[in-house]
């Protein structure tokens, strides 16, 4: 593990994570104004382009007050994977640290952010793998996820537990790795950690009442809503480049509306969906980083300004 107090004052780099509509973004925009730092997210749909209010970007007063990086870097219907990211946010952090600046992480896809605190190494695909990938989806598109789901159930129970079958990009690789080499996706995962973390990190999550933090999920689809979501997810529906089977259309915000924009259901019943599945993921998510226990540092919901001072004096 790399010794970052050489670079900047501090130890650890921080990692603000949560379940969407916790405040993270606030805390790390907070924390980069208090320490000249900048934002690294880890948010697997805030990598696409042109997908903005959907996925909750932060402002364009703040993404051009604080720079941001691994946000707006692909167009959608891009394949991106796990890989792709660790690969990029590793080449970003290493360059800020070079530059004596902050890096802070924020995000919460979990996959990603237990990548970097982890230490995970993602190898290139094989082609068996990539051919598995290509095959499923088309089997994926034709029949639904749920009999690829029981068969990963049978081959990787340990990972059945971890992947949500509605996390249907996860499934189909897991399934692919798991079909098309020796190894379990499971098994490959735990070889791939055996170097540990590149550099020191610390995570923090905002401890939300779950109820409280549902609320607060609700009223952000509400403003998503008045902020031209509709216009947003029309304009990703109607570009003829992207194939409706790619990651992008997963995203929760934009799937919802495939049903509206052909006419078979209300925006009242949209906006129902997208609060609903919201709070499902943010219990997966709840799920995924409580699972890594002691590792995580626990943050009242105070304010940003306060809760900023405590990552810092942690990270130092």
């Known amino acids: 593990m790399e010794d970052i107090k050489g670079k900047i004052p501090y130890s650890f780099i921080p990692i603000i994570a949560g379940p969407t509509a916790s405040g993270k973004s606030s805390l790390a925009l907070e924390v980069c104004r208090k320490t000249g730092g900048v934002i690294v997210s880890s948010d697997s749909m805030q990598i696409y382009k042109g997908m903005d209010i959907g996925t909750a970007k932060d402002s364009r007063e703040e993404l051009s007050e604080i720079k941001h990086y691994?946000?707006?870097?692909?167009?959608?219907?891009?394949?991106?994977?796990?890989?792709?990211?660790?690969?990029?946010?590793?080449?970003?952090?290493?360059?800020?640290?070079?530059?004596?600046?902050?890096?802070?992480?924020?995000?919460?896809?979990?996959?990603?952010?237990?990548?970097?605190?982890?230490?995970?190494?993602?190898?290139?695909?094989?082609d068996d793998i990539k051919e598995a990938i290509d095959r499923l989806t088309k089997e994926y598109m034709k029949d639904g996820i749920d009999k690829m789901y029981e068969r990963l159930r049978k081959l990787d129970p340990a990972a059945s537990e971890k992947i949500h079958p509605n996390n249907t990009r996860r499934v189909i690789r897991a399934l692919a790795i798991s079909e098309s080499s020796d190894k379990t996706f499971t098994a490959k995962n735990e070889a791939s950690m055996t170097g540990g973390a590149r550099y020191p990190f610390k995570i923090f999550m905002?401890?939300?009442?779950?109820?409280?933090?549902?609320?607060?999920?609700?009223?952000?689809?509400?403003?998503?809503?008045?902020?031209?979501?509709?216009?947003?997810?029309?304009?990703?529906?109607?570009?003829?480049?992207?194939?409706?089977?790619?990651?992008?259309?997963?995203?929760?915000?934009?799937?919802?509306?495939?049903?509206?924009?052909?006419?078979?259901?209300?925006?009242e019943?949209?906006?129902?969906?997208?609060?609903?599945?919201?709070?499902?993921?943010?219990?997966?998510?709840?799920?995924?980083?409580?699972?890594?226990?002691?590792?995580?540092?626990?943050?009242?919901?105070?304010?940003?300004?306060?809760?900023?001072?405590?990552?810092?004096?942690?990270?130092?």
């Open 206 to 267: 905002i401890d939300h009442d779950r109820s409280i933090l549902y609320d607060r999920i609700n009223k952000r689809v509400d403003i998503m809503l008045e902020e031209g979501l509709e216009e947003e997810a029309r304009a990703l529906y109607d570009r003829p480049d992207i194939d409706h089977g790619s990651t992008c259309f997963q995203a929760i915000g934009y799937k919802e509306f495939k049903e509206y924009f052909e006419g078979t259901i209300d925006l």
């Open 70 to 126: 691994m946000t707006d870097i692909v167009e959608p219907g891009t394949r991106f994977s796990a890989a792709d990211y660790v690969n990029g946010s590793l080449k970003v952090i290493s360059e800020l640290l070079d530059q004596g600046i902050l890096p802070v992480i924020c995000g919460g896809t979990g996959q990603y952010i237990s990548a970097l605190y982890y230490g995970i190494e993602y190898g290139d695909d094989t």
């Open 269 to 316: 019943k949209v906006s129902y969906e997208i609060k609903l599945r919201s709070r499902h993921y943010a219990k997966r998510q709840l799920t995924w980083f409580r699972q890594m226990g002691a590792d995580i540092n626990y943050l009242k919901p105070d304010t940003s300004d306060k809760n900023a001072d405590l990552v810092i004096e942690q990270i130092r």
